[in-house]
């Protein structure tokens, strides 16, 4: 398509960014991390596209592996801008497609974002989904335990609406659950989704594990979700994915 044919030069044209979502700790209200969502400036309006739509296409031709080294990257130095101005404050998470995390090149990849930027480690989050552990578990088991061996937090990802299961969350060391929006989104009108947060919740914590809500839009949403017992808050009530200099200033560092 004209969109992938333009995609393959983006890298050298520049054509890519990263937006910074803020995350917000329940009980002191402040905020301890950000997740990097990638953006694309098309060089026509007509290749104009959104993450859900480029993603999958650089994804299937493999273009994942180089873009998402970019991510990293970019995403790691910008973590070292905000503790070079605010302390160790602030960790960034990066999402990673599955295609990224079985190239043979990914712990390099880490190794390499970590070095050239020379971050703690544990500023650095990763976001798997489940669907990108089911194709080769024991594979994916083997480089999460990699990755993890080196500092880094690991995040699963849109918790509840994939492969969900037990095992899941015992064989991979994982730090943090996300609660996908979904459950978030109907949490008032859908008793069920209700149910599941409260598990999702409660399994969570029994493992040992942190737990984010996502896509918490309302005061209403927050509170019900802190009295339930969840972490830490993501949404458009705290805020909208922004510029890094927008992030900065929430964070309180002029420009
Ligand atoms: O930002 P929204 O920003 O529209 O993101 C839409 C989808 O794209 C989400 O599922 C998100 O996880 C995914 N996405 C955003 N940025 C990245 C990225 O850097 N790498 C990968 N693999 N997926 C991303
Ligand atoms: O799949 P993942 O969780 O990585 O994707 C994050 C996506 O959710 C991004 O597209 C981001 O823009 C979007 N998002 C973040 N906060 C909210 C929110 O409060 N409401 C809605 N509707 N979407 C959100
Ligand atoms: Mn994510
Ligand atoms: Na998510």
């Known amino acids: 398509s004209d969109l992938l044919t333009a995609l393959r030069s983006g890298l050298t044209e520049n054509r890519f960014r990263l937006v910074y979502q803020v995350q917000q700790n329940a009980n002191s209200l ?15 309006p007509d290749l104009a596209a959104r993450p859900d739509q480029f993603v999958p296409l650089l994804e299937q031709s493999g273009l994942i592996i180089e873009v998402g080294g ?3 990257h970019e995403a790691c130095r910008q973590a070292a801008a905000w503790r070079d101005q605010l302390g160790e404050r602030i960790s960034v998470a990066v999402n990673i497609s599955s295609v990224q995390l079985h190239a043979p090149c990914f712990v390099d990849r880490i190794r390499s974002a970590l070095g050239e930027s020379n971050i703690n480690p544990d500023l650095l ?3 798997l989904t ?4 089911v194709i080769e578990p024991a594979k994916a088991a083997a480089t999460l335990a990699e990755v993890k061996a080196l500092g880094v937090q690991l995040a699963l990802d849109d918790f509840g609406t994939g492969y969900s299961s037990l095992s ?3 064989r991979f060391s994982f730090d943090r659950l996300k609660i996908d929006q979904g459950f ?24 040992g594990l942190e737990v984010v809500a996502e896509g918490v839009e309302t005061v209403d949403e927050r509170d019900l979700l802190e009295g339930l017992g969840c972490d830490s808050f993501q949404g458009y009530l705290v805020g909208r994915p922004g510029k890094p200099e927008e992030i900065s200033s929430m964070l ?3 420009l």
Do not use: C
């Open 30 to 44: 402040a905020i301890t991390g950000v997740e990097a969502l990638l953006r694309w400036s098309p060089p026509r």
């Open 70 to 72: 970019w991510v990293l």
């Open 125 to 127: 989050e990763l976001e």
């Open 130 to 133: 489940e669907s990108s552990l």
């Open 168 to 170: 899941y969350l015992t």
């Open 184 to 207: 978030v989104r109907d949490i008032f009108d859908d008793p069920k989704d209700l149910e599941i947060v409260k598990a999702i919740i409660a399994m969570g914590h029994a493992l």
């Open 252 to 254: 309180g560092v002029g």
